[in-house]
């Protein structure tokens, strides 16, 4: 069984879902299932360095890229649709990663022509929030081919059972399946975190702190996180902790996040990491006490998951989509996305060490027994195999 994933872009600059889709074609490389990613080579306002038109070796997975010719939000790339065209028929089944973008209705067209199954991961695109942002382009777009995508999908891939139940309802979609993302299995030593923290970050030697981890986006809350964590660092006994604030983004709205901070003289308590990835990301993640999402819309929040793995308790908006699995777990906190309530509910957690053990040691065990890459390539060996009996995406063309 060969399995093509088609997905806008794979930058590390666009977040969790190019880091998912690179973690879940190594995993399925390693379950037997041979897979190639198609993508495009966009970077933001640049373009990654990357071969054009041939198959390389790119973070541990077969890519082939071609370039983003115009749009950084709609990434269109004729070249990817022509190969699409010309290569779809030759796998068993393709997952399209993503909805509104030009690389998704050219997966999704190519594969009805040449009667391929095809499955879509939404990537939370379909949760209402998401929907009411540039909600004039996304209708445009839902007319022009999305609805028709979706609907002629052999399945829908949603990541937690929330994200299935957001978009089918409004949206009258079927066939969903939800199967989770996965997280790295390698935990460094703490030891080993709190020396890459020395070398990086002096002001953070001893202090404990809590990590928000993510591509830096309004949606992300990070306003009201940063005012709560201020209003509740600032008292004895919790005047010792940190603020890390690790990601990118929009350069002008990274520097609104720095200038809020400044206005409230916050600076020696909040720490602007930057970009983190690989095995600094993972140490930085293990020394957190902390991992704070608290999203307007999160369709599963794969740094919270990997901080679960690591035994770091979660603080999580009612909208971040694993907040449910985490409240039943008993893997970490829950509040509302509301500056005072997010203080009370920081206060609570910074001021009970012994309560973070025992709930980061329950998020441990449910990411263990429920997010390892190993047991998300079964079951999607099992969907993918499943498509295969399916009757054959209806023909014809158009987006």
Not at 2 to 12: E, F, Q, Y
Not at 38 to 56: H, I, M, N, Y
Not at 345 to 354: E, I, K, S, V
């Amino acid at each position: 069984m060969r399995v093509l994933h088609v997905i806008p872009s794979v930058a590390p600059r666009y977040g969790g879902p190019s880091e998912a889709v690179l973690g879940m074609c190594r995993a399925l490389e390693r379950a037997g299932v041979p897979t190639l990613i198609a993508t495009t080579d966009a970077d933001g306002a640049g373009r990654l360095p990357v071969e054009l038109g041939r198959t390389t070796d790119y973070a541990g997975a077969r890519v082939v890229f071609f370039p983003r010719q115009w749009s950084e939000a709609f990434k269109y790339s004729r070249p990817l649709a022509r190969w699409l065209d010309t290569h779809a028929a030759d796998f068993d089944a393709v997952h399209v990663h993503a909805v509104f973008s030009h690389a998704c209705f050219a997966a999704a067209a190519a594969c009805r022509r040449a009667g391929v199954p095809y499955v879509v991961r939404p990537l939370g695109t379909l949760d209402p929030w998401s929907l009411r942002q540039k909600p004039l382009r996304k209708r445009l777009l839902w007319r022009l081919g999305a609805r028709r995508m979706l609907e002629r999908a052999a399945a829908v891939h949603y990541t937690t059972d929330e994200e299935r139940r957001l978009a089918e309802g409004p949206l009258g979609l079927a066939r969903g399946v939800v199967i989770p993302l996965g997280v790295a299995d390698a935990a460094p030593a703490p030891a080993a975190g709190r020396a890459a923290l020395r070398a990086r970050w002096p002001e953070l030697d001893a202090a404990p702190y809590v990590l928000a981890l993510s591509r830096l986006h309004p949606k992300k809350g990070l306003e009201i996180l940063l005012e709560a964590f201020l209003d509740t660092a600032r008292r004895p006994p919790l005047d010792g902790w940190r603020l890390v604030v690790a990601g990118d983004g929009d350069p002008s709205y990274v520097a609104s996040l720095r200038e809020r901070v400044a206005r409230r003289a916050g600076t020696e308590l909040v720490v602007f990491a930057g970009w983190i990835d690989g095995e600094e990301k993972l140490a930085v993640l293990a020394a957190a006490s902390l991992v704070a999402l608290p999203s307007r819309q999160e369709n599963f929040g794969l740094s919270v998951a990997e901080g679960l793995a690591l035994g770091v308790p979660a603080l999580v908006s009612p909208h971040v989509n694993l907040a449910g699995v985490i409240t039943a777990a008993g893997a970490g906190w829950v509040a509302p996305l509301e500056r005072a309530a997010l203080a009370a509910t920081l206060a609570a957690a910074l001021g009970d060490g012994a309560e973070r053990a025992r709930r980061g040691a329950r998020g441990r065990a449910l990411a263990r027994a429920r997010f390892t890459w190993d047991a998300v390539a079964e079951q999607l060996r099992g969907l993918y195999s499943s498509t295969l009996d399916a009757p054959p995406a209806r023909p014809g063309g158009g987006p």
